[in-house]
């Protein structure tokens, strides 16, 4: 009887056994496998949160950079620009029927593009336009000049010729253009 009692109490121990692994062992794998999850994404958090408090600094950075590069950029305006510059001039002219008579940027202006500016702002040329025609396509060249991406502000506008036996008035318009701005647009 003792034999019996110890054999069933062996295989009643062995059964549980048995089960208890049978059913727990998947959900230790999936205790493990979760475990195992929450640690990656914990990582996965941690990373983040370390981007996110650099993310300030980038966005300053990338700021400046592109302020530097901006500056850049309008310190390289070489001869090509100022062609291309006058070149905007001519085919304005055109368009609205004027006689182009003269495009000055004074000589101090052009010496004074190769020094590249100190205070980091743009460099900007003081531009003159002396043209001829009637007056609303004078109006109209002015207005599709101070459209333009270079425009910076008006210095002067003069008007002469006006009632002296002339066909069309003649008109002076100087302006400050930034350099740099026709390469971006």
């Given at each position: 009887?003792?034999?019996?009692?110890?054999?069933?109490?062996?295989?009643t121990v062995?059964?549980?056994?048995?089960?208890?692994?049978?059913?727990?062992?998947?959900?230790?794998?999936?205790?493990?496998?979760?475990?195992?999850?929450?640690?990656?994404?914990e990582t996965?958090?941690?990373?983040?949160?370390?981007?996110?408090?650099?993310?300030?600094?980038?966005?300053?950075?990338?700021?400046?950079?592109?302020?530097?590069?901006?500056?850049?950029?309008?310190?390289?305006?070489?001869k090509e620009?100022?062609?291309?510059?006058?070149?905007?001039?001519?085919?304005?002219?055109?368009?609205?029927?004027?006689?182009?008579?003269?495009?000055?940027?004074?000589?101090?202006?052009?010496?004074?593009?190769?020094?590249?500016?100190?205070?980091?702002?743009?460099?900007?040329?003081?531009?003159?336009?002396?043209?001829?025609?009637?007056?609303?396509?004078?109006?109209?060249?002015?207005?599709?000049?101070?459209?333009?991406?270079?425009?910076?502000?008006?210095?002067?506008?003069?008007?002469?010729?006006?009632?002296?036996?002339?066909?069309?008035?003649?008109?002076?318009?100087?302006?400050?253009?930034?350099?740099?701005?026709?390469?971006?647009?």
């Amino acid at each position: 009887m003792k034999k019996l009692w110890l054999k069933s109490t062996l295989a009643t121990v062995a059964l549980t056994a048995g089960w208890y692994l049978f059913l727990m062992s998947p959900l230790k794998n999936e205790e493990n496998r979760v475990a195992s999850a929450r640690a990656e994404l914990e990582t996965n958090i941690a990373d983040y949160e370390k981007k996110l408090l650099e993310f300030p600094e980038f966005y300053r950075a990338e700021k400046e950079l592109l302020e530097k590069r901006k500056v850049l950029i309008s310190q390289l305006y070489s001869k090509e620009d100022l062609i291309k510059l006058f070149r905007r001039f001519e085919e304005n002219a055109m368009r609205f029927r004027l006689n182009l008579l003269e495009i000055t940027p004074s000589i101090e202006e052009l010496l004074k593009l190769n020094k590249l500016s100190e205070d980091g702002q743009p460099q900007q040329l003081n531009m003159m336009v002396r043209l001829s025609g009637d007056f609303p396509a004078l109006g109209s060249f002015v207005r599709t000049i101070e459209e333009e991406k270079f425009y910076q502000g008006t210095n002067f506008c003069r008007v002469t010729s006006v009632g002296q036996g002339e066909a069309f008035p003649e008109m002076t318009f100087g302006f400050k253009a930034v350099l740099g701005a026709l390469r971006e647009g």
